[in-house]
T-cell receptor, first 116, second 117 residues
Framework: KAGVTQTPRYLIKTRGQQVTLSCSPI?????VSWYQQTPGQGLQFLFE???????NKGNFPGRFSGRQFSNSRSEMNVSTLELGDSALYLC???????????????FGPGTRLTVT | AQTVTQSQPEMSVQEAETVTLSCTYD???????LFWYKQPPSRQMILVIR??????QNATENRFSVNFQKAAKSFSLKISDSQLGDTAMYFC??????????????FGQGTRLTINP
């Protein structure tokens, strides 16, 4: 199976702009989670989508939003970019479900966002 | 609050040596899963090993094994016969079902491991 893919891999934006990042999960995975990784704050959970519904949300401002499509692909959007939004954004997919053996998350290569 | 603490920001060992990375966590949940992830310089996050909290037996994956002490909320990773390719950031993480099936990984700050030739 192909792994989790994220596009674009690198992005440079200016303060005040908005950006959309895309994530394609592993085939058959229905859960997609997004994480922000910065040197100062480490890895922080943004949100999780399952069956096109946001199932859980981290402690980020409303400028960060996401959605999931019927094919499980997900996008996250950041509006009114700030310098502090510069980070590596990681997407992870999981089969999810009630079976305890399917809670592993598999990560994509990330999108490196630089805000200038 | 659910937290993960990795007390060793950096470690360095010689190739072929054994190294143990420490991790403690805090949760009031009874049903959760613990993971070690590896992030090499390429930045690709790779799952190394997982442990279900309800299982008493420590997980092993080839050269990687864990020492899971549930009462102490400790979850250390042992790498045996370390190799140059093991050089990476290692993150301890756990997940608990807020709503049944919901996923939210809580990560530690990471330990930068360097394997020297």
């Amino acid at each position: 199976k192909a792994g989790v893919t994220q596009t674009p891999r690198y992005l440079i934006k200016t303060r005040g702009q908005q950006v959309t990042l895309s994530c394609s999960p592993i085939s058959g995975h229905r859960s997609v989670s997004w994480y922000q990784q910065t040197p100062g704050q480490g890895l922080q959970f943004l949100f999780e989508y399952f069956s096109e519904t946001q199932r859980n949300k981290g402690n980020f401002p409303g400028r960060f939003s996401g959605r999931q499509f019927s094919n499980s692909r997900s996008e996250m959007n950041v509006s009114t970019l700030e310098l502090g939004d510069s980070a590596l954004y990681l997407c992870a997919s999981s089969p999810s479900g009630r079976d305890t053996s399917v809670n592993e998350q598999y990560f994509g290569p990330g999108t490196r966002l630089t805000v200038t | 609050a659910q937290t993960v603490t990795q007390s060793q920001p950096e470690m360095s060992v010689q190739e072929a040596e054994t190294v143990t990375l420490s991790c403690t966590y805090d949760t009031s949940e009874s049903n959760y899963y613990l993971f070690w992830y590896k992030q090499p310089p390429s930045r690709q996050m790779i799952l190394v090993i997982r442990q279900e909290a309800y299982k008493q037996q420590n997980a092993t994956e080839n050269r990687f094994s864990v020492n899971f002490q549930k009462a102490a909320k400790s979850f250390s990773l042992k790498i045996s016969d370390s190799q140059l390719g093991d050089t990476a950031m290692y993150f301890c993480a756990f997940i608990f079902n807020i709503i049944q099936g919901a996923q939210k990984l809580v990560f530690g700050q990471g330990t930068r491991l360097t394997i020297n030739p």
